[in-house]
């Protein structure tokens, strides 16, 4: 059975279609790969799915749960969670403090947030800078935080938008090995990303998306070798 249902799902901006008629099932602990020329409708697609916006048609089901028309804080409370390319972290907070404000959204008490999120930060290999100040972070660092505080509030679907979006060669591959430990975590994870290497790397399944469309999707490497998605994207050569 399926963890997460997408049917007819379309978003509509004053008559642009920004999402159309997007049909997706995704298996639990699947890691699912998303790509597309920018304005095809992904993160917009990321945005309806955890409820920052109300679809114009169609319906999400989670876990068996209508969840179409949640607001945001009850649809990750159910346990799908995003995480977003531009990182807004509290400034005024240390990185401890962070993620223990997202793991309170799941934690009942400060002491057991506070020990949930240290737990977190280890698994994000941020452990040694627990304290330290978030405005003094490096962008691999940020994005580290970023993740972390998406996991520190216990989702059963990540959704992660361009995690590795402004990472140097260098930075990407240990975020990479990271990324992929997630499904073995447990975690049903939906990648939107421009980077081919990661996305080849760590999809089970690949869905393409065109001017709001889901264009095609299936095997990694089957679908990078469609002439269609060739034309739409990724130009004349394919990895």
């Not at 995704?26 to 679809?55: M, W």
């Not at 999809?203 to 269609?228: F, I, K, N, Y």
Request: overall charge negative; some cysteine.
């Amino acid at each position: 059975m399926s963890l997460l249902c997408i049917e007819g799902l379309s978003k509509s901006f004053s008559g642009l279609h920004a999402v159309r008629e997007v049909n997706l099932e995704v298996s639990e602990r699947e890691f699912l790969g998303i790509i597309g020329p920018n304005g095809a409708g992904k993160t917009t697609l990321f945005s309806l799915l955890s409820g920052e916006q109300l679809p114009t048609e169609g319906r999400v089901t989670f876990d068996g749960t209508d969840i179409t028309g949640w607001p945001a804080h009850k649809i990750a409370k159910a346990g799908l969670v995003r995480t977003f390319q531009l990182m807004r972290p509290f400034e005024s907070m240390s990185v401890l403090e962070n993620v223990t404000v997202a793991a309170l959204s799941r934690r009942h008490s400060r002491e057991d947030a506070r020990r949930h999120a240290l737990e977190v930060l280890d698994r994000v290999q941020l452990s040694d800078q627990v304290g330290g100040n978030v405005s003094t972070m490096s962008t691999a660092s940020l994005k580290r935080l970023e993740l972390a505080r998406a996991l520190a509030m216990e989702p059963r679907v990540l959704l992660l938008d361009e995690v590795l979006a402004g990472l140097v060669p260098v930075e990407r591959a240990p975020m990479i090995d990271l990324l992929r430990t997630l499904p073995e975590q447990g975690l049903t994870v939906l990648f939107v990303e421009h980077i081919m290497a990661a996305i080849m790397a760590l999809s089970e399944r690949l869905v393409v998306m065109h001017e709001g469309a889901v264009l095609t999707m299936g095997d990694p490497r089957t679908v990078v070798e469609d002439r269609r998605v060739v034309e739409a994207y990724l130009g004349e050569e394919t990895p």
